[in-house]
């Protein structure tokens, strides 16, 4: 690395750029893996800055594309196994402890999952840091492997081309796409807080957390046209 390269990598933190400069392309990967299983790593720095990488000749820009993209695949995963030993009744008897959350604010969400759980994966993918908690719930409600291992491959792989190619276009710039997409990011992060503010609200106004137990069980999963029991009492004469 020459010394004009370290100081165009200066705005990155020296961990990033060691795992480059020691395992070069595979390096990537593992920060992007790391950034999908800790969410306040920044994908903004590490994409771009691999970019830069790549088109100062430490990384081939294919190689990059590939191992960026298998990084946030292999954190997604990794995620998605933790849902999928959390598992549903678990996760409804944690959340059920949490302060203003009532049973049926998790079975619409549940219920929402089930409905648009393709799209919320693919397009989470596109969303900071959402885009590493989307892979939770989809292993709590077990969507197909596959078909969880395929949205996030296709949508990670066009998140991380967009800012790798950016960071491989601007060269030493590489930083002005760290700003765009911090601004973004916090654009995502005020809309998730203001939200999350709206819901507290409307709780407090209605009052109460709602009577229903974790072991009630009228959720999605449940069919809406069960049979009912028969009636074996003798007629009336």
Known sequence: MTAM???SMSGAPLW???LMHLLGAPG???AVALENLFPPIPSEVVLPLTGFAASTGQLGLAAALLWTTAGSVIGALALYGVGALLGRDRTVALAARLPLVRISDIEKTEAWFLRHGTKAVFFGRMI????SLISVPAGVERMLLPVFTLL??????LWNTAFVLAGYSLGANWTEVTTIVSTYSKIVLGAAGVAVLAFI?????????????PGARGTARQATNDPQPANHSAPTP
């Open 128 to 131: 900071p840091v959402f885009r």
């Open 28 to 30: 990537a990967g593992l």
């Open 16 to 18: 990033i750029i060691g």
């Open 152 to 157: 996030t491959t296709l949508g990670s792989a």
């Open 5 to 7: 390269q370290a100081e």
């Open 201 to 213: 609200l409307v709780r407090f106004l209605r009052g109460g957390n709602g009577s229903r137990r």
